[in-house]
C-alpha cells in the first residue's frame, strides 16, 4: 500500500472535514440503503441496515416478513442517518422484505431483497500452503473492454502516457486470461482493490474506497467481480479479496454529509500516521508515539477510520461479508493492518471469520524482523495476550533478502549467509507453512530491475520463491521478467505487454515474449505445475544447511519424498559433496532434476552450474 501526496484542493477538502463540526446536507429522501441485499441462514443473524436521506432520524422504519424482526435503531449526531438492526432468524426463507418508511403523512416502501445462500458456503474451502498466489495490479494488467475507459462523472479516464494516471485494465480483461494463469500453474489469485474510487488523483490503485457496495464503473460491474471469482473457480483458481478497514478515499460520499463526528479520527490539523508499527510490541513505548501511529492518517486523501465506532465496524464488517458471500471469494488479504487499533481489528477479523470459519486471511505487516512479523500471526501465544487472528503474514523480511542476497559478494553475513540467518529465526513463527513469500510485488522495485535483468540469478530466486516453507505469492509479469524503474511506485506497476489492443508485443503468448520471457516462463511453469502436485513442498519440513563457499543447501522432506535445493551464488560451477549433507543423504543413490527431468547419481562429489539453483527429487532405492 503506498502513500500519495495529492492536490492542495484535496488535501484543503480533507482538512475542512477534520476541523469543522458535523453539518447535514440536504440530503433527498431515501438516497441510499444499504446493504443492497442479504441473505438468510448466515450464522450471525443480526444485520445493520443503513438508512440515508434527508432527516431520515425521523423516520418510523418498520418491517413485516417471516422470521424477521426489527431489534432496534440506532441514531448518530447526524438526522440524515438511521442505522435500523434486524433479527433475520431462521424461520426466515428468501424472498423480497419490505421496509415501510413514515415521516409524517410520507410512507415510503423499500424493497429489500433475502437471498438463499450457496450451498456449503459457510463452509467454503480457502486458500492454503498449497496455493501459487498470483497478485493483479488490474488497471496495469489488461483491458477487456475499452468500452468503460471514460465513464461520465469520474475524474479520471485513460491515459497510458502518465504513469500515476489509469490506463484501462479492468475486471473483463483478467476473466480473459483465467486460462493463461491456470496454465502457468497458478491456484489463487490477488487483485488490488476494485471498489469505487472517484479522486481526482491516483484513483487507480484504488486503496481508498468511495462506495463499498459499488465496483467501480472504469474496472466492470458488480456481477463482473462476480463472474470473475466464478469463472477462476471454474478454472481452479480460488479469488483473494484485498480487505482495507483502516481507511477511505477523501471522494467518499459519506464527507459530503459525515455519518458521526465521530466516524473518522480527527484532528486539528492533518496529521500523518507515524508508520512505526513496532509501537505496538515496545515494551517501552509512549502511549503518544502508539496514538498517532493508529489515530494518524495514512495518506492525505485517505481518511483514517475510528473502526473502534459501532456503527461503522458492523458497517463495514457487513460490507466484506456481502462481497464474500455475493462474489464467492475464498480469502482474504488485509492491508495495513498494523496501523487499525489491533484489538478492533482483530475483533474485526475474528466476525468475519465467524461466518467462515475455514477463510484464510493474510495480513500486510510490513516490518523488517521475524519477530515482529510473527507478532502479527495467529496463534503466537504472545506475552501480552494479543492475537491477530490473521492464520498468515506476508515474509516482508524475505522480500529483503531476496533484494540483497544475489547480487552482493558472499560473506559471513552476506550473500547465501543473509538466507540461512532469515530461516534460522522461523522459531519466531507458531507455523511456517502460511507464510506468504514474495521477491516484489507493487509496492517495491521490480526484481527484475534488482537483478539487472540477469535471467541466471532471476531464475535462482524464482527457484528459491517456489521451494522454500510457506507458500509463492507471484506478481504479474513475473513470469516474463516483467521491467519497471527503481524508486517509484509508479516504476513497480507497468502495464502487462499485449494487455491492451494495438501493443506492440503479446506477452500472453509464447511467439509475443522476449528470448529472456519465454525462458522464465517456461521455467517457473515447470516450477509451479511440480509444486502443484507435490505436497512435500506445501508442508513438508524444511532443514538448511549453513552455506559455505556461495552454495546454499536445504531440503524439503515428508514420509513420501524429499528434495533437494542447491544454491550456487558462484560465478563458476561448483562441488557437491553428498557427505556435508549426510544426515539427509546417507542411503541416497541418485535423484532427478525436476526441470530438466535428468537423473543424477549422488552418492558420490558432484557439479553444479554457477548462478543456478538446481532442484533434486530423491529416487528410493
Request: glycine fraction near 8%.
Amino acid at each position: 500500500m503506498d502513500k500519495r501526496k495529492i492536490t492542495s484542493a484535496i488535501v484543503g477538502t480533507v482538512l475542512a472535514v477534520m476541523l469543522l463540526p458535523c453539518v447535514p446536507a440536504q440530503a433527498s429522501e431515501l438516497q441510499r440503503v444499504e446493504p443492497l441485499h442479504w441473505w438468510t441462514g448466515m450464522k450471525e443473524q443480526v444485520v445493520q441496515v443503513m438508512f440515508y436521506g434527508e432527516n431520515m432520524a425521523a423516520a418510523a422504519i418498520s418491517v413485516r416478513y417471516p422470521g424477521v424482526k426489527k431489534l432496534r435503531s440506532a441514531f448518530t449526531d447526524n438526522p440524515n442517518y438511521q442505522f435500523v438492526y434486524l433479527q433475520v432468524g431462521k424461520r426466515a426463507k428468501p424472498g423480497i422484505l419490505k421496509f415501510t418508511v413514515r415521516k409524517g403523512d410520507q410512507v415510503i416502501v423499500h424493497d429489500f431483497e433475502l437471498k438463499a445462500r450457496e450451498a456449503g458456503s459457510a463452509e467454503r474451502e480457502s486458500f492454503s500452503a498449497a496455493d501459487a498466489v498470483y497478485l493483479i495490479f488490474p488497471d496495469r494488467f489488461a483491458n477487456g473492454n475499452p468500452a468503460n475507459d471514460v465513464v461520465e462523472g469520474y475524474h479520471q479516464g485513460v491515459d497510458r502516457n502518465d504513469p500515476g494516471g489509469r490506463h484501462g485494465g479492468d475486471i473483463e480483461g483478467i476473466i480473459q486470461k483465467l486460462p493463461y494463469l491456470a496454465d502457468l500453474g497458478v491456484t489463487a489469485l490477488w487483485t488490488t482493490p476494485v471498489f469505487d474510487n472517484n479522486d481526482v488523483q491516483y484513483s487507480y490503485h484504488h486503496y481508498g474506497c468511495s462506495d463499498y457496495y459499488k465496483v467501480d464503473p472504469r474496472m466492470g460491474t458488480n456481477e463482473d467481480y462476480r463472474r470473475l471469482a466464478l469463472t477462476a473457480r471454474e478454472q481452479g483458481i480460488k479469488l483473494i479479496l484485498d480487505v482495507v478497514p483502516n481507511h477511505c478515499s477523501s471522494a467518499h460520499w459519506w464527507m459530503k454529509d459525515l455519518p458521526d463526528k465521530e466516524w473518522f479520527n480527527r484532528w486539528d490539523s492533518y496529521t500523518s500516521s507515524n508508520y512505526r508499527m513496532m509501537a505496538w510490541m515496545d515494551p517501552h513505548r509512549s502511549e503518544k508515539d502508539l496514538h498517532r501511529l493508529t489515530h494518524g492518517w495514512f495518506a492525505p486523501n485517505m481518511p483514517d477510520f475510528n473502526l473502534r465506532h459501532p456503527l461503522l465496524f458492523d458497517y463495514l464488517k457487513q460490507a466484506y461479508i456481502y462481497w464474500i458471500e455475493y462474489a464467492g471469494i475464498a480469502g482474504l488479504r488485509v492491508d495495513t493492518y498494523p496501523y487499525n487499533d489491533l484489538p478492533t481489528a482483530a475483533r474485526f477479523i475474528r466476525s468475519i471469520r465467524n461466518e467462515y470459519p475455514n477463510m484464510t486471511v493474510v495480513g500486510e505487516c510490513w516490518m523488517n524482523t521475524a519477530q515482529e512479523i510473527a507478532y502479527f500471526m495467529s496463534g503466537n501465544n504472545n506475552k501480552d495476550g494479543f492475537d491477530s487472528q490473521l492464520q498468515s503474514v506476508m515474509d516482508f523480511p524475505l522480500g529483503n533478502v531476496f533484494q540483497q542476497a544475489f547480487t552482493e559478494k558472499e560473506g559471513w553475513n552476506e550473500g547465501m549467509a543473509r538466507f540461512y540467518m532469515h530461516f534460522a529465526l522461523d522459531f519466531a513463527y507458531p507455523r511456517t507453512d502460511l507464510i506468504m513469500n514474495f521477491i516484489d510485488n507493487h509496492d517495491i522495485d521490480r526484481y527484475s530491475e534488482v537483478v539487472n535483468k540477469d535471467v541466471r540469478l532471476y531464475k535462482m530466486a524464482l527457484a528459491m520463491l517456489i521451494t522454500v516453507r510457506g507458500y509463492p505469492q507471484l506478481y504479474y509479469g513475473n513470469e516474463i521478467m516483467l521491467g519497471g524503474e527503481r524508486g517509484s511506485y509508479e516504476g513497480h506497476r507497468f502495464d502487462f505487454p499485449g494487455g491492451w489492443p494495438g501493443d506492440a508485443a503479446d506477452a500472453f503468448s509464447e511467439e509475443g515474449r522476449s528470448t529472456a520471457g519465454r525462458e522464465v516462463f517456461s521455467y517457473l511453469r515447470t516450477l509451479l505445475h511440480y509444486r502443484k502436485n507435490n505436497p512435500v513442498l506445501h508442508t513438508g519440513a524444511m532443514k538448511q544447511f549453513i552455506p559455505t563457499d556461495g552454495v546454499y543447501v536445504y531440503f524439503r522432506y515428508n514420509d513420501e519424498k524429499t528434495v533437494m535445493v542447491i544454491v550456487n551464488n558462484n560465478d563458476a560451477g561448483s562441488t557437491v559433496d553428498p557427505g556435508r549433507y549426510a544426515e539427509m543423504m546417507q542411503t541416497v543413490v541418485s535423484g532427478r532434476d525436476i526441470i530438466t527431468g535428468r537423473q543424477m547419481l549422488l552418492n558420490r562429489p558432484f557439479q553444479v552450474e554457477a548462478k543456478s539453483t538446481t532442484i533434486l527429487e530423491f529416487i528410493k532405492n
